[in-house]
């Protein structure tokens, strides 16, 4: 049996290295693992720019109102307890970076996709959810916008990036919604499909019963659900893997799982 020795890589379609427009990009909650992502994600806006590329525009979904809780764990004032998340977060990024992103105070649920249809699609989404029930939802409706083809315009959704964590662990998966296109190549072996967290780790994530969404009602239970720097370090080494998707172009990584406790950190290969 003759096997392919090449490493395997994943090749970011034209579009996304070349676009004519800003990328869209949604990011689905602003809790600890969002807020601290969105500021890595104008980071990339900023170098993308810079580079006289034409950059992302990002839409931040969230319904939750700051509390006392958030403080400490989320960069928040106490002049901006009781304001959404999402409007908070995303005035302070346009305010720093000069961008016109947009908060959206609502949930990304069912009723408000059958509402608002096309606007809440984008070419890559990213799932910052604490419960298994959205991140479903999220895959399905994605797979069957990309499916439609009636929804084939420049957010037709491509990729879906899944952030999801425990106390002390996490993990980040990275998947495309369709196959990509890949080029001919001699030095690698090109891989088209990446498959969602749903397919792969499906029925572990319905028995892992980590449903919990009750608030915190301080500080101190917040961190005995999750420990301080969980979400952040999730963050940055997830922004850091969709950087090198638009920098270099290409993934030889499609995720990965990820131990505070034990400060170890595990590839997915593509």
């Known amino acids: 049996m003759i096997t392919n020795s090449l490493p395997r890589v994943h090749f970011a379609p034209s579009e996304l290295l070349n676009p004519l427009n800003p990328i869209t990009v949604n990011i689905i909650g602003a809790g600890g693992t969002g807020s601290k992502l969105l500021t890595g994600i104008a980071r990339i806006n900023h170098c993308l720019l810079a580079g006289g590329r034409c950059g992302l525009h990002v839409r931040l979904f969230d319904d939750d109102i700051i509390s006392e809780a958030n403080r400490g764990r989320q960069l928040f004032t106490s002049a ?29 649920n069912k009723e408000y996709c059958s509402k608002h249809g096309e606007s809440t699609t984008a070419v890559i989404t990213v799932g910052c959810v604490d419960n298994v029930a959205s991140r479903l939802f999220i895959v399905d409706f994605l797979k069957w916008m990309a499916r439609d083809t009636s929804h084939y315009t420049r957010n037709r959704p491509t990729y879906y990036i899944d952030f999801g964590n425990s106390r002390h662990t996490g ?18 072996q090109p891989v088209d499909t990446l498959p969602l967290i749903t397919e792969e780790f499906g029925q572990l994530l319905k028995e892992s019963g980590n449903d919990d969404n009750t608030p915190s009602c301080s ?7 999750q420990s301080l720097f969980i979400n952040s370090s ?29 400060f170890n950190t595990s590839p997915i290969p593509v």
């Open 234 to 262: 999730l963050a940055e080494l997830g922004g850091s893997l969709l950087s090198e998707l638009f920098m270099e172009g290409m993934i030889f990584n499609r995720g990965f799982f990820h131990n505070l406790k034990s």
């Open 219 to 225: 500080l101190a239970e917040a961190l005995y659900k």
């Open 171 to 188: 993990q980040v998966v990275f998947s495309t919604l369709s196959k990509v296109k890949q080029p001919d190549s001699k030095k690698f």
């Open 80 to 108: 901006e307890v009781g304001l959404n998340k999402s409007v908070v977060l995303i005035n302070r990024i346009n305010r720093a970076f000069g961008t016109n992103w947009k908060a959206v105070p609502s949930r990304y």
